[in-house]
C-alpha cells in the first residue's frame, strides 16, 4: 500500500542528489529534506561508525576507560560521522530503505516499532534499544518512554509484553488528549504526504490504518463510513477534526450511560431507532457500540442527547459530503506529445539506455505515455517500463526520461517547456 508515495518520496530526496558521491554533512544541514529521513541517514553512518570497534584495544594494553581518551574517541567519531560519503548506489539503497521505512512508522508506529525492535524476540536488551531509537524521528516519546521505564525500575531487558502495556499506555494518554490537540498527534502523518506528493491531504485509508494502530475503533469506524459511503478518499486537517470531535461527543455519552444504564439523566431519552444526524454514521441505523475486536456486546437502547440540532444548522453529514472529492473523470489526454518537448539527442540516448536500442519499442511506450489522462497514469506506466527493461528509476536516463513525461502534463501551464 502506498507504493507511488513511497516511490514520490524517495525521488523527491534522490533528485536533489545528482553526483557519485553523497556527503552525510550535506544531506544534514540540507533543511528542505524531511527530519525523519536525515535522523535515518545518521543513524546509518553511527551504525557503521560502531562496526569500527574504535573503543576496543586489540592488544589490550590501552585503558580506554580512562577520561581523556573517552574524550578523544567521542571527537574522532564526531569527525568521521561529518566526513562521511555515502557512493550513488549506497545513496539510493538508502533513500529506499529510510523511505520504506519512515511511512511504516509514521502510519503504524506500534506495528512498525514492535517489529523494528524485537525482531521476532520476546526480550530486548537496553543497548539495542538505545541504537534502535537512532532511527525514530516523528515519534521519539515512544523510545523515550521505555528508555524512562528501564531506568525508572532500574532493568536492563524489556520484555515483549510490557512494551505492549507501556505503549498502550503513551496512546491511551495521547488519545486522551483528542481533539483538541490533534494537530500534535496526526502532524507526522500530514507532513509526510505533503512532502510525497505536495498535497495538504491525507488517504482515509492512512488514517484508518493510524488509528487502528492506536486502537481507537470508534475513530476507524466513522473515517470508514467517510471513505466507503460518502467517498471521502482523502482528508485535510479541518475535516479530521470534525471527526475526532464527533467520535469524542458520542464517547462521552457513552460514558454518562455507563456510570447509571438503569436511570438516564433527565437530559438524555432512549430511543432503539430513530433518525438522527449521526455525522459520519449511516442514518436510521442503531448506534454502534464498540468493535468486535474490543469484545463488547452492543446495548440494546442507547440514551442519546434530546436537544437536536435545528433545521436552520447545517447537518454534519452535509458538510462531509461538501468534502467529497468528485468522482474522479479520465478526460483524454490533451497535453503536446512528448517527443515535442524533448531534444533529438535526448531521444536517442532514452531509445539506447531505457529501451536497449529498440525504436518500436520506444515508439509503442511513448504512444501510451501520450495517450495516459493524468501524470498519475503516466508514471504507473512508466514504472512497468522500467521494470520490464530492468532499469534502475533513479539513473540518469530514467530521471530524464521521468522528468521530460512529467514536463508534458505542466506544458499546459508552461508552453514552450523542452529538454
Given at each position: ?7 514520490n518520496?524517495?525521488?523527491?530526496i534522490t533528485k536533489?542528489y545528482t553526483g557519485?558521491?553523497v556527503s552525510l554533512?550535506?544531506?544534514?544541514t ?8 536525515r535522523?535515518?541517514a ?6 557503521i561508525?560502531d ?5 576496543k ?8 576507560s580512562?577520561l581523556?581518551?573517552k574524550s578523544l574517541?567521542?571527537?574522532i567519531?564526531?569527525?568521521?560521522k561529518?566526513s562521511?560519503?555515502?557512493?550513488r548506489?549506497e545513496f539510493?539503497e538508502?533513500t ?7 511511512f511504516?512508522?509514521?502510519i503504524?508506529p506500534r506495528?512498525?516499532?514492535e517489529?523494528?525492535l ?5 526480550k530486548?536488551n537496553?543497548e ?8 525514530l524521528?516523528?515519534y521519539?516519546?515512544?523510545?523515550k518512554g ?10 536492563e531487558v ?6 505492549r502495556?507501556?505503549h ?16 500534535n498527534l ?6 509526510l504526504?505533503?512532502f510525497?506528493?505536495g ?5 482515509t485509508?492512512a488514517?484508518?490504518?493510524f488509528?487502528r494502530?492506536?486502537?481507537?475503533p470508534e475513530?476507524?469506524d466513522?473515517?470508514?463510513?467517510a471513505k466507503?459511503?460518502k ?5 485535510d486537517?479541518a475535516?479530521l477534526?470534525?471527526?475526532l470531535?464527533?467520535?469524542s461527543?458520542d464517547?462521552d455519552q457513552?460514558i454518562?450511560?455507563?456510570?447509571n ?6 437530559e ?7 433518525t438522527?444526524?449521526?455525522p459520519f ?6 448506534v ?5 475486536e474490543?469484545?463488547?456486546k452492543?446495548p ?11 433545521a436552520?444548522?447545517?447537518p ?10 468528485p ?10 506529445s512528448?517527443?515535442t518537448?524533448m531534444?533529438?539527442k535526448l531521444e536517442s ?5 531505457i529501451?536497449h536500442?529498440?525504436r518500436s519499442?520506444?515508439q509503442?511506450?511513448?504512444h501510451?505515455l501520450?495517450?495516459s ?6 508514471s504507473k506506466?512508466l514504472?512497468?517500463i522500467f521494470?520490464?527493461n530492468?532499469?534502475?528509476p533513479f539513473?540518469?536516463y530514467?530521471v530524464a ?8 502534463f505542466r506544458a499546459?501551464?508552461?508552453?514552450g517547456v523542452k529538454?
Amino acid at each position: 500500500m502506498f507504493e507511488k508515495e513511497i516511490s514520490n518520496y524517495a525521488f523527491n530526496i534522490t533528485k536533489r542528489y545528482t553526483g557519485d558521491h553523497v556527503s552525510l554533512s550535506a544531506l544534514m544541514t540540507d533543511v528542505e529534506l524531511p527530519e525523519s529521513f536525515r535522523k535515518f541517514a545518521e543513524a546509518e553512518v553511527k551504525e557503521i561508525i560502531d562496526k569500527e570497534d574504535l573503543e576496543k584495544s586489540k592488544t589490550g594494553k590501552f585503558d580506554f576507560s580512562r577520561l581523556e581518551i573517552k574524550s578523544l574517541l567521542k571527537e574522532i567519531r564526531h569527525v568521521l560521522k561529518n566526513s562521511f560519503e555515502f557512493s550513488r548506489e549506497e545513496f539510493l539503497e538508502l533513500t529506499d530503505r529510510a523511505s520504506k521505512f519512515i511511512f511504516n512508522y509514521v502510519i503504524r508506529p506500534r506495528w512498525t516499532l514492535e517489529k523494528f525492535l524485537f525482531k521476532g524476540e520476546m526480550k530486548v536488551n537496553r543497548e539495542i534499544i538505545e541504537k534502535t531509537s537512532r532511527f525514530l524521528g516523528d515519534y521519539s516519546y515512544y523510545p523515550k518512554g521505555i528508555l524512562e521505564y528501564l531506568e525508572f525500575h532500574k532493568k536492563e531487558v524489556l520484555d515483549m509484553e510490557t512494551w505492549r502495556q507501556l505503549h498502550a499506555k503513551i496512546d491511551e494518554h495521547l488519545l486522551g488528549a483528542l481533539p483538541p490537540k490533534a494537530a500534535n498527534l496526526t502532524s507526522a502523518i500530514f507532513d509526510l504526504f505533503r512532502f510525497s506528493t505536495g498535497s495538504d491531504r491525507v488517504p482515509t485509508d492512512a488514517l484508518i490504518l493510524f488509528f487502528r494502530d492506536k486502537m481507537s475503533p470508534e475513530i476507524v469506524d466513522r473515517l470508514e463510513f467517510a471513505k466507503e459511503l460518502k467517498n471521502i478518499q482523502s482528508l485535510d486537517s479541518a475535516t479530521l477534526s470534525m471527526i475526532l470531535e464527533a467520535t469524542s461527543r458520542d464517547v462521552d455519552q457513552k460514558i454518562a450511560v455507563l456510570k447509571n444504564p438503569e436511570e438516564p439523566p433527565k437530559e438524555f431519552r432512549t430511543f432503539e431507532r430513530q433518525t438522527v444526524t449521526n455525522p459520519f454514521m449511516p442514518q436510521e441505523v442503531e448506534v454502534p457500540g464498540l468493535s468486535e475486536e474490543a469484545g463488547e456486546k452492543q446495548p440494546e437502547a442507547v440514551p442519546v442527547p434530546s436537544g437536536l440540532p435545528s433545521a436552520e444548522a447545517k447537518p454534519m453529514d452535509q458538510q462531509l459530503s461538501e468534502t467529497a472529492e468528485p468522482a474522479p473523470k479520465e478526460p483524454k489526454s490533451t497535453t503536446p506529445s512528448i517527443r515535442t518537448i524533448m531534444s533529438a539527442k535526448l531521444e536517442s540516448k532514452i531509445v539506447k539506455k531505457i529501451f536497449h536500442g529498440s525504436r518500436s519499442g520506444y515508439q509503442v511506450a511513448v504512444h501510451k505515455l501520450d495517450e495516459s489522462p493524468s501524470w498519475e497514469r503516466a508514471s504507473k506506466i512508466l514504472e512497468g517500463i522500467f521494470i520490464d527493461n530492468e532499469i534502475d528509476p533513479f539513473s540518469k536516463y530514467a530521471v530524464a526520461f521521468t522528468d521530460v513525461v512529467s514536463a508534458k502534463f505542466r506544458a499546459v501551464r508552461n508552453p514552450g517547456v523542452k529538454f
